[in-house]
């Protein structure tokens, strides 16, 4: 026997779908046919899908893996680059340090300083280094006072002598008064200078820079 679609088609029009008592044959074949393919695909979505989070969860943590694995390749691809960078650092780290004098050349610096002035023709008004020095974790530094008098070419030349000595020394603070009646300009300047900490020096501010970190006891003063 033909399906006969206009007479289904028909049917379908004079159904009234709130009342499934009255409903043809065509509509209740349909209406069957749709639970039982719904019944198996619900039940799949139902029992697969925790796995199917599993599933995306691990797409995700795979290409977070990619991305970590491509990473590390990368590092170990420029691991000698790393390391010739890194004694090139540790180079220039030791060059600096032999411009900073360690305690006990200190006294020589200041020496140095007072005979560059001196070898100018400038006389020393006031030649003063701190009582205190003021520390750091890895190095300290020394403000010393000083007050010189001389022609302007000589003031000039001093500055220069002291910004070209192999140890770091920094004149701050400058300041240049009007010549007096001999013609001779007064200038005032603290030169810094720093040395580098012993191993005992630097064990004692790392030790009070973690005391100052630690949080006061309950009660304590």
Do not use: C
Request: aromatic content about 8%; charged content about 25%; overall charge neutral.
């Amino acid at each position: 026997m033909a399906f006969n679609f206009k007479q289904l088609a028909e049917e379908f029009q004079r159904t009234n779908w709130k009342d499934p008592g009255t409903w043809h044959a065509g509509p209740k074949t349909l209406v069957l046919l749709a639970i039982l393919a719904g019944i198996p695909l619900g039940g799949y979505f139902a029992i697969n899908q925790g796995q199917l989070e599993e599933l995306e969860q691990g797409q995700q943590k795979e290409v977070k893996l990619k991305d970590e694995y491509v990473n590390k390749k990368k590092q170990a691809i420029n691991l000698d680059l790393h390391r010739q960078q890194l004694r090139e650092i540790d180079t220039q780290f030791g060059a600096l340090l032999k411009q900073l004098p360690n305690k006990s050349q200190m006294d020589a610096l200041l020496v140095d300083i007072n005979q560059a002035g001196l070898g100018r023709g400038l006389q020393f008004e006031l030649f003063k280094p701190a009582t205190t020095e003021n520390f750091t974790e890895f190095y300290a530094e020394l403000p010393v006072s000083i007050k010189v008098s001389g022609n302007y070419h000589d003031l000039g030349a001093f500055a220069s002598d002291v910004a070209k000595m192999p140890r770091i020394v920094l004149l701050t603070d400058l300041k240049v008064d009007p010549p007096n009646k001999e013609g001779l300009l007064s200038m005032e300047a603290v030169a810094k200078t720093y040395r580098y900490l012993d191993e005992e020096e630097i064990a004692k501010q790392r030790k009070s820079a973690k005391d100052k970190k630690a949080p006061a006891k309950p009660g304590g003063k």
